[in-house]
T-cell receptor, first 115, second 114 residues
Framework: AQSVAQPEDQVNVAEGNPLTVKCTYSVSGNPYLFWYVQYPNRGLQFLLKYITGDNLVKGSYGFEAEFNKSQTSFHLKKPSALVSDSALYFCAVRDGGFGNEKLTFGTGTRLTIIP | DTGVSQNPRHKITKRGQNVTFRCDPISEHNRLYWYRQTLGQGPEFLTYFQNEAQLEKSRLLSDRFSAERPKGSFSTLEIQRTEQGDSAMYLC????????????FGPGTRLTVL
């Protein structure tokens, strides 16, 4: 079984401040971890992923995420928030076992950047 | 380079009617996925295809739902005898090969069942 938890429904950050959106996961095998962003009435847009290797992953629009195996976390971060970062963010996991193709998503975190 | 496309973007139907959605994946992506997203929730996996073969179906996919990918290119998702609980955003995604690849999503089809 695989699952994802995003403990915060809403995160508010002042423009220019660093932001963190939290994600923890549970899988029985190796985790493949993803972050997506969703703008109103749009599909999901890929930000970054961790498959293997360096625990710090860099992605689109200045976002990065750190894989922490001992804490089973994959928090999304950005050093300086922009108003345009305001959107709905989803963490997703796939158990890396053979033949498993489905992504399991968290319930999402709404990020609001305050000017 | 075009992304995943889905049609229609919006569909309003009356309870009991049948609806069909279409997904065109990114060219040369041999895997195609369907997800359903209800308000306030993350997407939930429904089914996926490798080429024309449907390899996995979620328990969410009741017998009123059927998906096809007859030539390994576009896919259709049909819902028969729609119910109000079917109202959701239906998302399609594709990847080139599989497990470690990123799933790229289309804009979705929003279904409203009256």
């Amino acid at each position: 079984a695989q699952s994802v938890a995003q403990p915060e429904d809403q995160v508010n950050v002042a423009e220019g401040n660093p932001l963190t959106v939290k994600c923890t996961y549970s899988v029985s095998g190796n985790p493949y971890l993803f972050w997506y962003v969703q703008y109103p009435n749009r599909g999901l847009q890929f930000l970054l992923k961790y498959i293997t290797g360096d625990n710090l992953v860099k992605g689109s629009y200045g976002f990065e995420a750190e894989f922490n195996k001992s804490q089973t976390s994959f928090h999304l971060k950005k050093p300086s928030a922009l108003v345009s970062d305001s959107a709905l963010y989803f963490c997703a996991v796939r158990d890396g076992g053979f033949g498993n193709e489905k992504l399991t998503f968290g319930t999402g975190t709404r990020l609001t950047i305050i000017p | 380079d075009t992304g995943v496309s889905q049609n229609p973007r919006h569909k309003i139907t009356k309870r009991g009617q049948n609806v069909t959605f279409r997904c065109d994946p990114i060219s040369e992506h041999n895997r195609l996925y369907w997800y359903r997203q209800t308000l306030g929730q993350g997407p939930e996996f429904l089914t996926y295809f490798q080429n024309e073969a449907q390899l996995e179906k979620s328990r969410l996919l009741s017998d009123r739902f059927s998906a096809e990918r007859p030539k390994g290119s576009f896919s259709t998702l049909e819902i028969q005898r729609t119910e109000q609980g079917d109202s959701a955003m239906y998302l399609c995604a594709s990847t080139p090969r599989g497990a470690t690849d990123t799933q790229y999503f289309g804009p979705g089809t929003r279904l409203t069942v009256l």
